[in-house]
């Protein structure tokens, strides 16, 4: 629900940490998206709650994860040196971590990491499949369905190129072709009687 109601890519849904995720203003921050760049998009209100819920549950596994000296991420740049503490923080945390702690090579320490890629492509699947979907669907299929849903609602596309984080309008307006409904868009008479 989060890749679709917010417009996500997968990797920008999986590296996100806890702190970019604002629930009182209902926002949430990309950061390093496409071309390493940010912006913020909207956070769902129908996913607050078990978002929030989710949270929580990660926190328990952080406090844990310090006690036993993990508890570490990976920061972007060189974060890590400005801000010593930073990778213990709660909120630099990943809002979807991984069920084990690994060793990253680049750090030589044991870490939490996020999920990985597969874990959700293999959920999305399996959702499709039980719910008979018989075109092929994937994460990135529900970003095309936020674009269009809306597109289709009457957002203009300056709003929705913003919210996808594309550079050019052109990117956006892809998402204008299924909105062509036959007969030039016009609705028939016939129709409402």
């Not at 060793?103 to 939490?112: A, F, I, K, Y």
């Amino acid at each position: 629900m989060l890749l679709y109601g917010a417009g996500l890519r997968l990797r920008e849904c999986l590296r996100l940490r806890v702190k970019d995720v604002d629930f009182r203003r209902h926002e949430i921050m990309v950061r390093q998206g496409k071309g390493d760049k940010d912006r913020v998009t909207m956070l769902p209100a129908c996913v607050t709650e078990p978002l929030g819920a989710h949270l929580e549950k990660v926190r328990s596994l952080h406090g844990p994860d310090l006690s036993a000296g993990f508890g570490r991420v990976q920061l972007p740049d060189a974060l890590a040196r400005k801000y010593p503490n930073a990778p213990r923080e709660w909120g630099w945390q990943w809002a979807f971590p991984a069920s084990k702690i690994c060793r990253d090579p680049r750090l030589g320490e044991p870490q939490r990491y996020h999920i990985h890629e597969s874990v959700l492509q293999k959920a999305i699947h399996a959702a499709a499949r039980s719910a008979a979907i018989t075109r092929p669907v994937g994460p990135h299929t529900l970003r095309h369905c936020f674009a269009t849903d809306l597109l289709a609602a009457g957002y203009d596309i300056r709003t929705v190129q913003e919210l996808l984080g594309h550079k050019d309008v052109s990117t956006t307006m892809i998402y204008t072709h299924v909105l062509n409904r036959g007969g030039r868009g016009v609705v028939s008479p016939a129709d409402q009687l």
